[in-house]
């Protein structure tokens, strides 16, 4: 997030999008290169928290449309996101034949959660994985 380059870049091409996204803790580099000042934002649930030092505000979403911005929280919200997309881009049927064609519907095999229904012992056993 400090690489001027890479910054000067990701501005350059969202100058010329229809469509900006960012799936997981890539909304950082959008906040960083001033893309999310004063919109609306999701991350990963861990990084949440810096979302506002790019002036936006984080919604608990899977993903979150604001404008030609649309960001994703985790890998997974990002199928969500693109799913989303491409519905409003070529229409529900298209959409829908992607999510077949990848075998995409979720069933995990434990009960889902979130970090608001997370045991604190998951919790804990997160933070021993390291930073996001």
Not at 5 to 20: E, P
Not at 51 to 77: K, W
Not at 89 to 109: C, E, F, K, V
Request: hydrophobic share 40%; aromatic share 4%; net charge negative.
């Amino acid at each position: 997030m400090r690489d001027a380059d890479l910054l000067s870049w990701v501005r350059t091409q969202h100058a010329g999008t229809t469509w900006t996204t960012s799936v997981c803790t890539g909304a950082l580099i959008l906040g960083a290169a001033g893309i999310l000042d004063g919109r609306q934002a999701t991350t990963h649930w861990r990084a949440q928290s810096n979302v506002a030092r790019f002036g936006a505000e984080h919604l608990d979403q899977r993903y979150v449309e604001d404008g030609r911005v649309i960001t994703s929280a985790g890998v997974s919200a990002g199928i969500d996101m693109a799913l989303a997309l491409v519905e409003k881009l070529a229409g529900t049927d298209l959409a829908r034949a992607i999510q077949l064609s990848a075998h995409y519907d979720p069933q995990p095999p434990v009960v889902p959660l979130t970090p608001h229904t997370a045991s604190d012992e998951v919790l804990a056993l997160i933070e021993t994985l390291g930073p996001e």
